[in-house]
């Protein structure tokens, strides 16, 4: 508990300057979603003991959520540090996460920078993945880039097998092609440390910011010194508005670079 205690606390400490107010993107005629940072009054249920450069060395913090962590009180979240969430959306090409409406609309309500992210199907073409995440989310104003989940899944029950990194690589580029130019921007893309190395991600074409995960380390020891912008370095985060425990991440810039990120890329 003390652990738990101590992080909070260094957490709220790395936010300094936290309820400083920035720019704002507008969503059109929907929510204001405001580049204000609020720092981070998150916890940890199973804390990592970082050697070098830690999380909480970072001004801007947020989640991603799916269905699993029931439901959320939004305006507690962005009070206690949300700054950004990404939801997940879609899987494969039938698959509809049943929170991500709610989510989304309480989320943008709440003034949270939001954004929907896909979840990879191995066994189904790029572009037809690429037609059902544009059909469930909404092309919408000051929304964040849309997101391509790409790793391993030997848990599941209709495609566990292993393609060959080209075939994966020229798959997702498909997909990504395909949501970006629907949405207008480029996508990110989500991946883990041993599906970067056997999927040779560095190798997909296009140009894309990443999203890292990697939660006993920094990114840089983990991927070779791959650029990034979001970091997602715990599993196990602990934030007021969530019952459970939940994925917290960072993005990779200061208060101001964030504002100014919002305002080049949020839709």
Request: with cysteine; net charge positive; glycine share 10%.
């Amino acid at each position: 508990m003390r652990r738990v205690a101590v992080l909070c606390l260094i957490l709220a400490l790395a936010a300094c300057g936290g309820g400083r107010r920035a720019d704002v993107v507008v969503s059109g005629s929907g929510p204001v979603v405001s580049a204000e940072v609020r720092r981070a009054n998150f916890g940890d249920a199973d804390p990592h003991e970082w050697e070098g450069r830690s999380p909480a060395s970072y001004s801007v913090h947020g989640i991603d959520v799916s269905r699993w962590q029931g439901a959320i009180d939004w305006r507690e979240a962005r009070a206690n540090g949300v700054n950004f969430a990404f939801l997940k959306a879609t899987e494969g090409g039938d698959i509809l996460d049943p929170a991500f409406r709610d989510n989304w609309r309480a989320a943008r309500a709440a003034g949270v920078a939001t954004g929907a992210y896909h979840f990879w199907y191995h066994c189904r073409p790029g572009r037809e993945q690429a037609r059902w995440f544009i059909r469930h989310v909404p092309k919408a104003a000051g929304a964040l880039p849309p997101v391509l989940d790409i790793e391993w899944t030997p848990f599941s029950p209709t495609c566990a097998g292993r393609r060959p990194a080209e075939e994966i690589r020229r798959e997702a580029a498909a997909f990504l092609r395909a949501v970006e130019a629907h949405y207008g921007q480029a996508a990110i893309i989500y991946t883990t440390p041993d599906f970067w190395e056997e999927a040779e991600m560095w190798r997909l074409p296009g140009r894309h910011e990443f999203w890292l995960r990697s939660v006993t380390a920094h990114p840089s020891e983990k991927y070779g010194g791959q650029g990034w912008t979001f970091w997602q370095y715990t599993g196990t985060g602990l934030v007021p508005g969530i019952g459970g425990r939940t994925d917290i991440n960072v993005f990779r810039g200061s208060a101001d670079s964030w504002a100014a990120w919002l305002a080049a890329r949020a839709g």
